[in-house]
């Protein structure tokens, strides 16, 4: 298996390093990719006993989430493979959480802040509807018009939807190994936002 690096700065910082058969974890929850991100990175990298150039791709959590996280993780993705002449994957966000549920069928929900939610759902590899934005209380009435599927959440919304919880090492293997045959450019990564940034949303947007 190839060499790689993944970071997910949606909502806080974490990134695996999986080098030579091992793997390598850390996250930072509470502080923005910005303070946390590049210290962490060449923390495993340390750990590892290995250099950057020994990693073959890198991937990163596109969103949707945090703008300035989004930015911050997928502008260091970007530079470290132009930089390299290496390849690189994106993982959207709600997949990623829907890989804390061993069901086929799943509804991953994450926080978007102010009462409002992203939504998707994934029936095994297939997104069956992409990611969209929508009131919690829209994301309660669309969970229980899809009974036969099952729920993941984040640690934020838990306790008003349920289901399985939260990124670890785990969903983030899972997300990286079963997304890096999906290779790309650099200048391919794109973040993927649903909502519109505060300044630009009028009346009527979420």
């Known amino acids: 298996m190839q060499n790689y690096l993944m970071i997910d700065t949606a909502s806080g910082t974490r990134a695996l390093l999986h080098i030579d058969g091992e793997y390598y974890y850390d996250e930072n929850l509470k502080n923005a990719g910005s303070e946390t991100l590049m210290p962490m990175i060449d923390g495993l990298l340390k750990k590892a006993g290995a250099k950057l150039h020994d990693i073959d ?17 997928l502008t260091t993705i970007k530079t470290f493979c132009y930089a390299l002449g290496k390849p690189c994957f994106g993982v959207n966000n709600l997949r990623l959480n829907s890989y804390n549920n061993n069901s086929g069928k799943v509804i991953s929900v994450s926080d978007a802040g ?30 229980a018009a899809h009974k036969d599927f099952s729920v993941s959440t984040d640690n934020k919304l838990s306790g008003i939807f349920g289901g399985t ?42």
Request: hydrophobic content about 35%; overall charge negative; glycine content about 12%.
């Open 165 to 206: 919880v939260g990124i670890t090492s785990r969903e983030m293997r899972l997300a990286a190994e079963k997304h890096m045959g999906n290779a790309i450019q650099q200048k391919e990564l794109l973040p993927l936002y649903i909502r519109k940034a505060q300044p630009e949303r009028g009346e009527g947007d979420l």
């Open 57 to 73: 791709i890198f991937g990163a959590c596109v969103g949707p989430g945090s703008f300035t996280g989004l930015r911050i993780g």
């Open 114 to 143: 102010n009462s409002v939610c992203y939504v998707a759902r994934f029936d095994g590899e297939t997104t069956v509807d992409p990611a969209v934005c929508m009131t919690i209380e829209s994301a309660k009435e669309y969970i």
